[in-house]
């Protein structure tokens, strides 16, 4: 397990310990299983998706929360023990436990819509920038031109 020591970011520069907290917990997180897969991709100038594989869930066995900078997606199986005790398995390969997958997310990425298709939850993300924050053109004012003034007598 390798382990990366932010001291020095501590020590010379001023608010980046939020992004530091962000590389550990980014680092943690990818030490856990791999279970369930998923797949991040951008559609768009300022638009994700995240597409994860759920085989075997219903929507309503599946949760996804978003809070502050945090998306999480909760998968909890119902207890169906007279499905289960009526089947006899030579080979289970689908694995249908519990999961939990957290993302975090970017300043001002908001959850825009989920969809469940063929076993794949699709989540759309989008990128939304408060008007104070987007680019904005500012116009140049130019003086008045003014007439051009001859020397000579006063009429």
């Given amino acids: 397990m390798r382990t990366i020591d932010f001291t020095p970011l501590y020590r010379s520069a001023v608010g980046f310990d939020r992004l530091a907290r962000q590389l550990e ?3 943690r997180t990818s030490q856990e299983n791999g279970w369930p897969p998923y797949n991040i991709e ?10 994860i594989a759920v085989a075997g869930f219903k929507p309503d066995e599946l949760t996804i929360e978003a809070k502050e900078n945090q998306l999480t997606v909760t998968g909890r199986k119902t207890a169906n023990d ?51 924050l987007k680019p904005r053109r500012i116009e140049i004012a130019t003086a008045a031109p003014t007439a051009a003034l001859i020397e000579g007598e006063a009429a």
């Avoid at 951008?42 to 597409?51: A, K, P, S």
């Avoid at 689908?94 to 939850?121: C, K, M, T, W």
Wanted: charged share 30%; aromatic share 8%; glycine share 6%.
């Fill in 82 to 132: 007279d499905a289960t005790a009526q089947k006899t398995y030579l080979h289970r390969g689908l694995a249908e436990r519990d999961f939990e997958r957290r993302f975090q997310l970017a300043d001002y990425v908001v959850v825009s819509g989920a969809s469940l298709d063929n076993g794949l939850l699709a989540i759309s993300l989008k990128r939304e920038l408060p008007e104070a």
């Fill in 25 to 27: 917990s980014a680092a």
């Fill in 42 to 51: 951008t559609t768009g100038e300022n638009e994700y998706r995240i597409e």
